[in-house]
């Protein structure tokens, strides 16, 4: 019954629809709804975040990993879901925090007080992805594609899986979010447009050894023509995008 009160309180604040609040899973749908992340909440509708973060499996007391955080969006709602127990790294590559500023010393201030305490603020080089501790998941949205751009030294995403391969624990997730770009394309576009072959990313992230767990559709766009920049104002905030999981076998 109080689950029900919940989901019908954060389905009127953030006019989303009742019963799919009231499918995530009650930690995720808590965090959803808390105040310290009501100006989030506006973008839910367009983002998906909590839905997003019930597909990463994202409980509390979990170590997770976004990499490539941004303004926090999917942050907060990581902190508020694994909770006091739990550990999330945002985590800039020094190249990215170079073009960023001020994202990551923002993140820094906001890590600073609560409820958000659970979050560490780290910067690395590119190509030396590492992690603390094991961990359970490590997240990353509309970045995946910008690894073998020059701005990034060119890194080969072979580098970068296996990095994320070792620092999961056995069983955990690697969740890919980007734009979609058109079939055969393959990663010709990441400079230009920022957009990534699917079925490119499915074979790079297969060849480090994870198992292709599904992928969700709550960001595609079939209208997308998948032709122009993603910053263009045609398309912009309304790109195709993919969601990818997969998992370091156990």
Known sequence: MRYA???????????LPAAAIAALPQPVATAAANPARAADAKKDAV??????????????????????????????????????????????????????????????????????????????????FSAPEPLDLVFTSQNYHDYPDPFMGKVDPAVLNAAVYKALKPGGLFVIVDH???????MKETDTLHRIDE????????????????QSKLLANPADPRTAD???????????????????PR
């Open 47 to 128: 983002r998906k975040g909590p839905d997003l973060v019930a597909f990463a499996e994202v409980k509390p007391g979990q170590k997770v990993y976004d990499l490539i955080p941004g303004a926090g969006y999917f942050t907060r709602l990581f902190s508020l879901t694994v909770g006091p127990k739990g550990q999330v790294y945002a985590v800039w590559p020094d190249e990215y925090d170079k073009v960023s500023k001020p994202d990551s010393d923002l993140l820094r201030k906001m890590a600073a007080t609560a409820p958000f305490t659970n979050v560490r603020v780290m910067t690395q080089p590119a190509r030396a």
């Open 230 to 248: 993603v910053f263009d104002k045609s398309i912009r905030g309304k790109t195709d995008q993919f969601v990818l999981k997969f998992r370091k």
């Open 180 to 186: 979609s770009g058109r079939p055969g394309t393959g």
């Open 199 to 214: 079925a490119t990313v499915k074979a790079q992230v297969t060849a480090a050894g994870f198992r292709f767990e599904g």
């Open 5 to 15: 009160i919940l989901a019908t309180a954060l389905a009127a604040a953030f006019s």
